[in-house]
């Protein structure tokens, strides 16, 4: 069954006039509405956190899931952070079983 959406848009261009009632075109949202401070770009932080894992011999994040499971927020910095521990305790609580001498 296909559902239309149609009917809403419609609805929702109406709504949109501007102040002299004039109806006004479909607002295209541009990269300055669209404000990502929550995800920054942290390329080198998991080359550094993958650096590490290897120093360890840890197994590395396989995905955005892992490496979201890495991350921890610091109230220092007052950002998230990768963290080999953290990243340890996650492989621990999925059977992954970590040498002492890792630790």
């Keep these: 069954m296909m559902v239309k959406f149609l009917p809403f848009f419609r609805r929702q261009a109406a709504l949109q006039k501007d102040q002299s ?10 990269e300055q ?13 998991r080359i550094a956190f993958l650096q590490a894992l290897a120093d360890h ?3 590395m994040p396989q995905n955005e899931s892992q490496f979201h499971a890495a991350r921890v927020f610091s ?10 521990d953290q990243w ?4 621990q609580l999925h ?5 002492e001498v890792t630790r």
């Design 21 to 30: 009632g004039q109806a006004m075109p479909p607002r295209i949202l541009t």
């Design 33 to 45: 509405d669209v404000q990502i401070s929550w995800m920054s770009d942290d390329l080198d932080e």
């Design 57 to 59: 011999s840890l197994p």
């Design 75 to 84: 109230d220092a910095t007052g950002r998230s952070e990768y963290r080999v």
């Design 88 to 91: 340890m305790d996650y492989l």
């Design 95 to 99: 059977g992954y079983s970590i040498p």
